[in-house]
């Protein structure tokens, strides 16, 4: 029995002209016609996108603490289902992946389930804490191999602290992902800080808390010569410094989540819960800006921030709400959307944006790979014609916070290929 | 189903007929030594405060006694969110034991909101008695029963809101139904009560309370918090009195027929002098027994609806 894939008719990055991907081996065996296997699999492509498997830098799996929102099973699957070959799951599960023994496990746990490279990031401070730094070359040096630092959920607000865990990192060659949030300037915070969080009496989460913390951290990184990340870049203000900051030759890579493109704080009257995130939704001026940033790569990539939470957790009071939603099965629709939809990237951009930067800076090898014969076969095959219905309770995902519910959207993922097996098909796990 | 959530997007006719409403249940009750009537018999009202409360509350279960609904009184405790139960299966609860009617007091903005999404199936009302920093819309439609009262007339005139924006539910109720009803709002405050995105409200903003005065036909002063005093929104409590407490020498600044207000409970000497509090300008008493009767006035055009009495 043969393990070959035929990719039948796709055009590769959406340009030129449909042609046969033959797969097997785990890599790129064949571009073009030729002999295939009886038993080879066949997946119709004719109209349909072949992209590099998307790289999710930001989710969360909430293994181990919270199973009852999201497993490591079922948010292997949410990902394999949006087109994802590998994810980073972040370090604030309970126990916090703060040492070789959380990470190994959920790197362990995402080996056995098998549908998408689950990547811990290892805490950079005990216990998320903020105190003292956690031990980043043991994690590093881990199975695991831990190459991403985050207290995402909490920022390393301690400058001293940040630069020792940024002059730390350079020795490990790994990346210190920062959740910029001063939180000094947002004690209680709750929305976006404007004229709407002004009307409705939400207690204001200022731009400049964001702002204050990427500036500062572009000038401790550029002087400890490390890589920073900035995890989901909420604010026109954050572009600007950004593009400042890259343009001194600073080695800071940053991320923008769908929503942030998307979702504006219009949402806020209902005070539904359901769009409670952090940062939070910003406004349209914050969106325009987000994804011309992200066209131009001074924002480098998309990460969903998946954040599954437990309806007891979203159907309450506004302040009684946890922060954040679901991504993984949506972010190739609303980057169709955003982005594609708006002609601000191509098909060759979305492959940038989605899978050759964030393995760029996670630093995988077989991510984000050309496709080209020989290649790995990470494969994320999109009909970008094709729309769909959000359902929150038929995602993947065990916790069905979604802000899209009921929304009809462009981009469907046909399916996903992980080292040349077929994950997802057709919106199943294969 | 109509609730009364906020009055920021209020149907300016509905605030005008429970004025009115208001107004009549005022002459109807004045003298009389039973001070009851059968409107609301056999409904039965729930507070449910999460904050204390003993103004608000107390007018709310007079307003209630007073037009005969069986009221029920529940404090809950806001701080065991975690392990207590939550305001949703309390709220479905109070709706399946049977009221027609919950007022509610949560210290998270929107919760009124969100209590009306959940009971929208149960025909049960939701009356918002303050929601965190949003609104408190009958605090609001009590100090315009006053200033209407007072000064004839809404419309036209002008009224400043003075002291901590940012943190009060009862300035943003203000503004949109003074706002609605014709009047204007300038806010007088330090920049740092004043909540960003202020531009967007209807407004004018000013940190000179002495240049205001004399073109002013009410000034509503609002409490100062002691954590406000502590958390750096102004150096001390005494440049805060300085600057922005009406005292009787700035009394004087005010024309003549212009009324003081102060949804209480005041600070004496901080934000409002004693004898201006005590003042025939002060219309704070009336504020007071204004609000059972806009309260009746609430709960009778909530409840008993339109043709019934």
Partial sequence: MSDQVLIKGARLYGEGDPVDVLVADGVITRIGEGDVAEDAVVLEAAGKVLLPGFVDLHTHLREPGREDTETIASGSAAAALGGYTAVFAMANTDPVADNSVVVDHVWRRGREVGLVDVHPVGAVTVGLKGEKLAELGTMAKSAAGVRIFSDDGACVADPLLMRRALEYSTALDVVIAQHAEEPRLTIGAQAHEGARSARLGYPGWPASAEESIVARDCLLAEYAKARLHVCHVSTAGTADILRWAKARGTRVSAEVTPHHL???DERLSTYDPVNKVNPPLRTEA?????????AEGVIDC???????????????????????MLGLQTALSIVTETMV????LDWRGVARIMSERPAEIAGLPDHGRPLIEGEPANLALVDPDAEWTVRGREL????ANTPYEGMRLPGVVSATLLRGRITSRKGKIE | MKHLLATDGLDPAFATAVLDTADELKHTLLGREVRKLPTLRGRTVVTLFYENSTRTRVSFEIAGKWMSADVINVSASSSSVNKGESLRDTALTLSAAGADCVIV????????QRLSGWLAETGTVVINAGDGTHEHPTQALLDAATLRERLGSIEGRRVAIVGDVLHSRVARSNIHLLAALGA???LVAPPTLLPAGVEGLPVTVSHELDAELPALDAIMMLRVQAERMTGGFFPSAREYSISYGLSEAR???????AVVLHPGPMLRGMEIASAVADSPASAITEQVRNGVHVRMAVLYHLLAGEGES
């Fill in chain 1, 302 to 324: 998309v990460a969903t921030d998946h954040a599954p939470h437990a309806p007891q957790d979203k159907d309450c009071e506004w302040t009684a709400a946890r922060p954040g």
């Fill in chain 1, 286 to 294: 914050d969106t325009e800006v987000l994804r011309q940033a992200l």
């Fill in chain 2, 184 to 186: 204007e709002v300038v």
């Fill in chain 1, 341 to 344: 939809r708006t002609g601000l």
């Fill in chain 1, 262 to 264: 998307l979702l504006t």
């Fill in chain 2, 251 to 257: 009394q004087k600044l005010l024309p003549e027929h």
């Fill in chain 1, 396 to 399: 993947a995902s065990i916790a």
């Fill in chain 2, 105 to 112: 007091r949560h210290p998270a903005s929107g919760a009124a």
